[in-house]
């Protein structure tokens, strides 16, 4: 007689907390412990006590009875792009897309208020600091970072300008929310992003969003020149660039719940 398979373990808990966590979206960005207990069909103390543990780790706030996640929840979603493989995706586009522009090129994603760089060619040393995969830098002194904040869900992106530590690295960069926002209504306008001596004197870089099978933004890809190079960013490098993050985007693996890509 064959024994009968035993039942898959799970731990309710987890279970409990990821439909809490899956209950917010563009259209419910903000509710109430009730209004989550409604949509998940948990009860009110056990809500209550995944949104306590949630506000407790930094993942999501409450203000008034009202509560929304924060931009740190994208940490969970860092887990599953190195599941994919996605610095191993877009290594060989950054690759040709250096070679067609004889220029650095990275790959970035955000991690909380930063981005860290997960992808890298190098044609040679143009900040007075090495960058290598693993290296952070605030998002919004930085050509990635803009086009990454520009892609969270306005909920997101309202709680992080509201949280924002921003210092001006340089003269003439960027130094308040109100600024950033509006900087970041632009990057969305036109789907890229540039920063000219922002981050460091003498560095100029221009940027363009991966995405997902949703069209969400999942990662952002930049070539890195000099002042000295005397390059149009939009007109020399812009172009080539479009290019490499479309790519990059196609050759991603699509959720199964996604719609096709071009639908």
Sequence with gaps: MTEAPAPVESIQSLTRG???????????????????????????????????????????????????LRPRILEL?????????????????????????????????????????????????????????????????????????????????????????????????IGDADTLRKTLDTVRSRGWAAVDQELERGLRSIAAPVLDGTGATVAAVNVSTTVAGDRELADDLLPDLLACTRAITADLPVPASAPPRGA
Excluded: K, N
């Excluded at 989550?36 to 008034?64: I, Q």
């Excluded at 900040?127 to 892609?151: E, H, K, W």
């Design 77 to 173: 979603g860092f887990a599953y792009l190195s599941a994919l493989g996605l610095p191993a995706v877009a290594q060989p586009h950054l690759e040709e897309l250096s070679r067609r522009v004889e220029e650095s090129t990275s790959l970035a994603v955000l991690d909380g208020p930063d981005i860290v760089y997960v992808a890298r060619v190098a044609t040679r040393r143009i900040m007075s600091v090495q960058i290598t995969v693993g290296t952070r830098f605030p998002a919004y002194a930085t050509s990635m970072g803009r086009v990454l904040l520009a892609g969270l869900p306005d909920d997101a992106l309202t709680d992080y300008l509201a949280r924002a530590e921003i210092s001006p690295r340089t003269p003439g960069a």
């Design 18 to 68: 990821l439909a809490v966590i899956r209950a917010f979206d563009a259209e419910h960005a903000s509710m109430t412990l009730a209004d989550v207990a409604r949509r998940t069909g948990l009860s009110r103390a056990t809500v209550r006590r995944v949104l306590a543990t949630l506000v407790a780790e930094g993942y999501a706030v409450g203000d008034d009875g009202q509560f929304r």
